[in-house]
């Protein structure tokens, strides 16, 4: 069966290569926003809403039926989980759209994802909660009906878990609200409180007032509330407080609002001793066309904090550095093939057999894998488990290494298939740190699935 082909892969991305790569965005075969990072078991899970590549043009033309997970040891390569779950996990939320920003928070081993729905027939939104054994899931609905709302504007949940163990559960645009949480993490207990402390003053147009996205977290003796602010655009600023419950005091912005962007959504984590901010752009999409369509791509910049706690105001996603790779990846253990760092016209899919896998959309699309570690020797196999439903044998998988027209080690050509299975090529990987670069050749390579690959030394 033949894979649909986006807009917006089968499009051949001139210079977007160089214009990308450099630090954003950090995913690419899905658009992607609102991202929720969690740190547990030794990795980053990123948490993301998910745009349909067939949003509608204009502003606030979303399309989001589900919420991905994408995780990564060394910050560069991400490897895509697919989906985690979908509306249908809430069966009493609207099911055809207003799958908005998530978040999962571990406790007691137990994973807790809260999401923002909309109720069908009201013009309302509520946040419900399901939880797994697993960060990956499935997540299953706790409650049956909403923990907060419907109430309008009942969106955006964040939760934080203070050092004595209370938990809290902040949300809300444009105001801010938030409530104390049971430890069983799927009640809570008093009032819904509304904090004002950061809002807009009535009649006093504030450049820095909360708008929506809270992500509330602490850090050494300080807390910290960051959210996206001054609408529209909107930027990332961020609050400060001597507890949880306020009051809050703006500081700065952490990422200025540029016109780039109408929206944006903080997620902020310390990770292996780096501290780091995510949030999204829209530069896929605008690369694609001068129309702004609600397809956003998420973004990450390494930063340290000041002294006195505060966060330094870093440059736009666009401008800033790529972040430091955390560890090289070893190309001797299986790699899945959604584990990507860049790539253009690829897109990822889930198999009843295998799990995840990737598929190029056209001929001469590819994937990065940065810093693979070949050790002193090198490697003279490389074995990839496919397959391919073309008919074509003109197809073939080229491994370049330093760019993707850089130096080719190795090529593997593709015979049809109707199952899954390893093809094994001799290379001639040199020794050393190198990015990997798989580049898919052939007029019917879109009938191609790559499932994993792995490299290997034999005498």
């Not at 007032?209 to 529209?232: D, F, I, L, M, S």
Request: with cysteine; aromatic share 14%; glycine share 8%.
């Amino acid at each position: 069966m033949k894979h649909s082909s986006p807009l917006y892969l089968t499009i051949v991305l001139i210079g977007l290569t160089q214009q990308l790569f450099a630090a954003n965005p950090i995913l690419q075969t899905k658009f992607t926003a609102d991202p929720a990072p969690l740190v547990a078991n030794g990795k980053v899970y990123l948490y993301t809403s998910h745009d349909e590549d067939d949003a509608p043009a204009g502003m606030a033309g979303f399309r989001m039926k589900d919420w991905q997970c994408y995780t990564s040891t060394d910050m560069v390569n991400w490897t895509d989980h697919g989906t985690l779950a979908t509306l249908a996990v809430f069966p009493w939320a609207e099911q055809t759209n207003d799958a908005w920003a998530p978040q999962v928070i571990e406790r007691n081993r137990k994973f807790y994802l809260y999401a923002p729905v909309s109720i069908p027939g009201w013009p309302k939104n509520a946040i419900g909660v399901a939880v797994a054994d697993n960060p990956l899931g499935p997540f299953k609905d706790a409650l049956g009906h909403p923990l907060v709302g419907p109430e309008t504007g009942f969106i955006d949940p964040t939760v934080f878990i203070d050092d004595d163990g209370q938990a809290y559960l902040f949300w809300g645009n444009p105001q801010l609200w938030y409530v104390k949480l049971n430890e069983d993490m799927i009640s809570y207990s008093g009032d819904i409180i509304e904090d004002a402390s950061i809002a807009k003053t009535e009649g006093q147009p504030d450049p820095y007032h909360y708008q929506e996205g809270p992500w509330v977290y602490k850090r050494n003796e300080h807390y910290y509330c960051a959210y996206a602010t001054t609408c529209c655009p909107e930027d990332i600023g961020y609050a400060m407080s001597n507890s949880p419950e306020g009051p809050w005091e703006f500081q700065n912005y952490i990422i200025h609002p540029d016109s780039r962007s109408s929206g944006n959504h903080p997620g902020i984590i310390d990770y292996r001793g780096h501290s780091y901010v995510f949030g999204f752009n829209y530069k896929i999409n605008f690369a694609i066309t001068e129309e702004h369509h609600e397809r956003r791509s998420v973004c990450v910049s390494q930063f340290e904090y000041n002294e006195d706690g505060t966060i330094p105001e870093l440059p736009w996603w666009e401008e800033t550095e790529q972040v430091d790779q955390l560890e090289h990846l070893n190309p001797f253990a299986r790699t899945e093939a959604e584990t990507i760092c860049w790539s253009e016209g690829i897109k990822s899919d889930r198999d009843p057999q295998n799990g995840m896998f990737i598929y190029p959309t056209r001929n001469g699309a590819y994937t990065q894998v940065k810093g693979v570690d070949f050790g002193e020797e090198g490697a003279n196999t490389f074995t990839a488990c496919i397959q391919y439903g073309g008919k074509e044998i003109d197809c073939q998988i080229e491994l370049h290494i330093g760019s993707v027209d850089g130096e080719i080690i190795g090529s593997l050509p593709l015979n049809p298939t109707d199952t899954w299975l390893n093809k094994t090529i001799s290379v001639h990987a040199p020794g050393g740190v190198h990015d990997l670069f798989l580049v898919f050749k052939g007029n019917s390579i879109d009938q191609l699935k790559l499932d994993y690959w792995q490299f290997m030394i034999r005498g």
